[in-house]
């Protein structure tokens, strides 16, 4: 039930609010009608029925223009007249519905002729409306509603003979038409009041006639009538006092004292009636007359409604042209001063029109004639707080642009006729005239402005070049006062330094396409000359012929001299003061005429310091640039005056060099040599190195291009081949070049999609008991690429070092690398070992590394004694200081800390011993056939001392062989890592290498 009632409830909100009143209104109405009269077989029974339903439906089909709602009101009303008529006036129920069905068929019908005619949205306020309403929505359709409902009455009596037919048919046809004539048009007229916001007054008078109209009816009727006989003079008696109301009165009002007085009459005549059968015969004669004077005082109350309106409109219409006077005048008299305009203008409307209200707002990019949004007159302030009637907007165009609004109030929508509206836009035309002419005369006034503090010389002269008039920067870039000027020509200023032909050409395009722009000498008053640069136009008459010239000149004589120190400066690096690309062409093209010429040889050599990204990104770009300063300086030292040094960008550097490749080796090797000493930057040790790339001119390239790229291709083969070497192109490099430049995108799928996986190889170490015994693992990063197979670590790493991919690399590396420790951790099968991850110097010289690490681990839940950080001994000595704290401040977090590859960069006991770290590692290219080598034996005997003097472990990583073992355990090697032992194993299979068999 509840549910039920919710769904009534969401049904019945759907319902506009407008038929709901309409009901409501309806059914109150319906059943105080059947209450009253049910017990009197009189028009009173169904006087409202009619009306009110046409009225209704007239006033939902012009609110809502929906047939739909307009189809669910008459089935509202069919339900609840059939079951109030059966209630209250205790009809039978099958002739209930008869008379219901054929009251909401005669209402259709009468709305559906007016639209037919094109009236169901008017009123019937003139006579050919009042015609058409009494025909179309009153005559036919109750003719046809009364024709039907007598069919149907005397098949439900079972009476069908001739005489019966007549006296129903036109009990049905007066009693019907009587309500749509009566009820319908005063129900509209009042609504429609209502709808325009004017109040229906109900003024002493108009209670007291129609109080006094209603009684003298009332009375009349009263007086006993037998067989109708005095309904007739009792009738024409009524018709004085409705003419004098269709006169004294508005229409709506005349109407509605008709309606009482009718209503009256009907209620008198029942109360006299001494039978049914009088009832019934005097209730049709007394309708016949009242709607005789309906149709009387309908149309005299719209001939004078008509007489009214037309003097109304004469008088409105004299009101608007002396307001649109005045409107006028205060145009003309406000001297173009639009807030004074304006509000002259809101005031005339409001004096001269009676209007309540004027605004005139600026729209769009318009400025606003005041702080808020335009100027609003008000001429009273209602005390209630009621609202105002009707509002109507006028555009106001300026040269076909909206600029403004002219916003008018008024008490009903009627003071808004057409004539209104049109001497409004007249006067919103006019309004927009006399802003343009303000505008233009603001235009001019800003013209003269421009001119007289225009910073460019102005010159205007006729057509035969006398000068008709200067501005004041001409008397302040040439010298001459105006008066000097005026009646001379020009060429008071010729400099000398233009020949003839150039004024010539000037002149014939002046005429030719009415304008010159562009720059010459010119020559002050006191002899100096200066350059100036602007435009000389042509003003044309009508006819197209010249009238005069302009000239409009900038003494841009600082700007030159500026543009020749630019000139020179942007040919030189600002930082470096070393050639830049630019010179380098030039350098070059002569480089390659004299090789031409002379049969010479020239090399270009392409220079990247290595390290230098990881100082700048540690130290910042001061220090950068002042390292790069001291690298130029000292590659500068080694230059030939006949060579050309040059930046080519960021850390790059070319050498332009007379010589062949061993020349060139000779000065590369020099230059390496150089830049690897220490740097010391405002107190900061710094470490650097350079690689080099050579290309030799008409072997390697025939152009700058084809050199520079040369040279940048070897330079990556230096790199990739451990850094701080000379590489000189050789064609194959080319393959390996286009192979980087595929493996690039390629490496960053690979991240992406997880192509990368983790190999895990054992660390060794010797227990007491002599059994080697797994001490940890190094996780080592492996590529499946799905198209090529696996790609080997010596191919993608250094080309992720070059591209800055390793970034991202070594991030992927540690988080997976962490991610499994955190699985050792909860399988709980075994203790779980120590895991090394290499670090490349990109990411550990980053300031947020640590913070970035501590997170990992946290998120993981493995602690930081799982974790072993290898980084290289050439990325650790980069920038000592900043390698010092992030090893501190990892130390102290509880990571264990190696040196990679150590020997094999810059090795000294002075980092070491600040260092705080963990393990040595020992590169593989000292254990490989250690053995066999006498020099390597003593390089491995004196890191393993070293190591233990400073209290630190050793790793000695690439053991294979059993001769090497040995050879490390004699000499005091700590732990061993290599294919000896086992080779990298996935995760599942660390737990499964066997040491059992391993011998030493």
């Not at 009123?123 to 005559?139: G, H």
């Not at 001063?337 to 004096?351: G, H, K, S, W, Y």
């Not at 002379?598 to 990104?617: A, C, G, H, P, Y």
């Not at 300031?847 to 602690?863: S, W």
């Amino acid at each position: 039930m509840k549910m039920d009632r919710s769904h009534l409830h969401r049904w019945c909100a759907r319902f506009p609010q407008l038929v709901r009143l309409w009901w409501c209104t309806y059914v109150l109405v319906m059943a105080f009608q059947y209450q009253i009269a049910g017990g009197h077989d009189s028009l009173l029974t169904g006087f409202f029925n009619g009306g009110l339903f046409l009225a209704a439906l007239l006033h939902i089909g012009r609110r809502l223009a929906s047939i739909r709602w307009m189809m669910v009101f008459s089935i509202l009303i069919l339900g609840s007249d059939w079951l109030l008529m059966v209630v209250l006036a205790e009809t039978p129920v099958m002739m209930s519905l008869a008379i219901t069905a054929t009251l909401v068929l005669q209402g259709w019908l009468g709305y559906v002729f007016l639209r037919v005619v094109n009236l169901h949205r008017e009123l019937p306020d003139t006579q050919k409306k009042v015609i058409w309403f009494s025909w179309a929505a009153a005559l036919f359709p109750v003719v046809v509603s009364s024709l039907v409902m007598t069919v149907l009455a005397l098949y439900l009596t079972g009476t069908a003979d001739a005489e019966t037919f007549g006296v129903n048919f036109l009990w049905w046809s007066v009693s019907r038409f009587t309500s749509v004539v009566l009820v319908a048009p005063a129900v509209l007229f009042i609504v429609d009041r209502y709808e325009a916001g004017a109040s229906v007054e109900w003024e002493n008078e108009f209670l007291v006639f129609t109080l006094g109209a209603v009684l003298f009816a009332l009375v009349l009727f009263s007086i006993a009538n037998p067989q109708g006989q005095e309904l007739a003079s009792y009738s024409y008696l009524l018709l004085p006092v409705l003419l004098v109301a269709s006169v004294r009165f508005p229409l709506h009002q005349s109407l509605l004292i008709l309606l009482l007085v009718a209503l009256a009459s009907h209620t008198g005549d029942a109360i006299a009636a001494s039978s049914p059968e009088l009832l019934r015969q005097s209730s049709i004669a007394l309708a016949v007359f009242l709607c005789i004077n309906c149709a009387v005082v309908w149309h005299m109350g719209v001939l004078t409604s008509e007489r009214t309106s037309a003097l109304s409109s004469e008088r409105r219409q004299r009101s608007m042209y002396e307001m649109l006077s005045r409107v006028n005048q205060a145009i003309v008299k406000s001297g173009f001063d639009r807030d004074t305009m304006f509000r002259q203008v809101c005031q005339a409307i409001l004096d001269e029109g009676g209007y309540q209200q004027a605004c005139i707002t600026a729209i769009g990019g318009g400025r606003p004639v005041m702080p808020n949004e335009g100027i609003c007159l008000t001429k009273f302030a209602d005390g209630q707080g009621g609202s105002v009637g009707c509002v109507s907007a006028f555009p106001i165009y300026q040269r076909g642009t909206l600029v403004a609004e002219l916003t008018v109030t008024a008490n009903a929508c009627g003071d808004f006729d057409a004539d209104a509206r049109r001497v409004f836009q007249e006067m919103s035309d006019d309004l927009g005239l006399a802003l343009a002419m303000h505008e233009q005369e603001k235009h001019l006034k800003q013209v003269a402005e421009v001119f007289q503090h225009s910073q460019e010389s102005i010159i205007i002269a006729d057509t035969k070049g006398t000068i008709l008039n200067v501005n004041p920067a001409f008397t302040r870039i040439t010298g001459y006062s105006r008066r000097e000027a005026l009646g001379n020509n020009p060429r008071m200023l010729s400099s000398g330094r233009q020949g003839r032909d150039f004024y010539q050409k000037l002149f014939e395009q002046l005429l030719r396409d009415g304008f010159w722009s562009g720059q010459f000498w010119n020559k002050r008053k006191n002899g100096d000359c200066y350059l100036q640069r602007g435009t000389i136009s042509a003003v044309f008459s009508e006819n197209g012929k010249p009238e005069h010239y302009i000239s409009i000149m900038e003494d841009v004589s600082t700007y030159h001299e500026a543009e020749e120190k630019i000139q020179t400066l942007a040919n030189y690096d600002p930082l470096t003061g070393l050639p830049n690309r630019v010179l380098l062409e030039e350098r070059f093209a002569e480089a390659f005429a004299h090789a031409r010429q002379t049969r010479s040889v020239w090399s270009l050599l392409f220079i990247d310091l290595d390290d230098f990204k990881q100082v700048n990104d540690a130290l910042g770009h001061h220090y950068g640039d002042e390292l790069l300063k001291a690298v130029c300086r000292r590659l500068t030292a080694h230059v030939d005056e006949n060579d050309t040094l040059c930046r080519f960008g960021g850390d790059e550097f070319i050498l332009l060099t007379r010589g062949g490749a061993r020349e060139a080796e000779r000065l590369a090797q020099t230059l390496i040599k150089d830049v690897s000493r220490v740097f010391d930057i405002d107190g900061a040790q710094l470490h650097i190195g350079a690689s080099i790339g050579v290309g030799v001119l008409f072997l390697d390239g025939n152009s700058l291009g084809e050199l520079i790229q040369a040279a940048d291709t070897a330079l990556y083969h230096a790199k990739s081949d451990g850094r701080g070497r000379v590489s000189f192109f050789a064609k194959s490099m080319q393959d390996q070049a286009q192979f980087r430049l595929a493996l690039k995108p390629a490496l960053q799928k690979a991240i992406a999609e997880d192509e990368l996986f983790l190999l895990f190889q054992p660390k060794v170490e010797r227990s007491p008991d002599g059994q080697f015994r797994t001490m940890g693992y190094e996780a080592l990063v492996r590529w499946n690429n799905p198209a090529t197979g696996m790609v080997s670590p010596g191919e993608f790493i250094p080309a992720a070092e070059d591209s800055g991919q390793i970034v991202e690399v070594d991030r992927w590396v540690i988080k997976t690398a962490v991610n499994q420790l955190a699985q050792w951790l909860k399988e709980e099968h075994q203790p779980v070992l120590p895991v090394a991850i290499n670090v490349s110097a990109a990411l550990f010289s980053r300031p947020e590394f640590v913070e970035d690490l501590q997170a990992i681990i946290e998120r993981a839940g493995v602690p930081a004694r799982l974790v072993e950080l290898e980084i290289t001994e050439h990325a650790a000595t980069v920038d000592m200081n900043n390698t010092l704290k992030t090893l501190r401040e990892l130390r102290m977090r509880g990571f264990r800390l190696a040196i990679d590859d150590f020997g094999t960069g810059y090795s000294s006991l002075s980092y070491l011993r600040e260092f705080p770290i963990n393990y040595l590692k020992i590169d593989l290219s000292f254990v490989r056939d250690v053995h066999l080598d006498l020099k390597k034996q003593g390089l491995v005997k004196a890191i393993i001392a070293m190591a233990h003097s400073l209290d630190l472990s050793t790793i000695a990583e690439g053991v294979e062989a059993k001769e090497e073992l040995e050879f490390l355990l004699e000499n005091g090697c700590d732990v061993f890592q290599g294919y000896y032992f086992s080779k990298p194993v996935s995760a599942s299979e660390c737990t499964r290498v066997d040491l059992s068999s391993v011998i030493a």
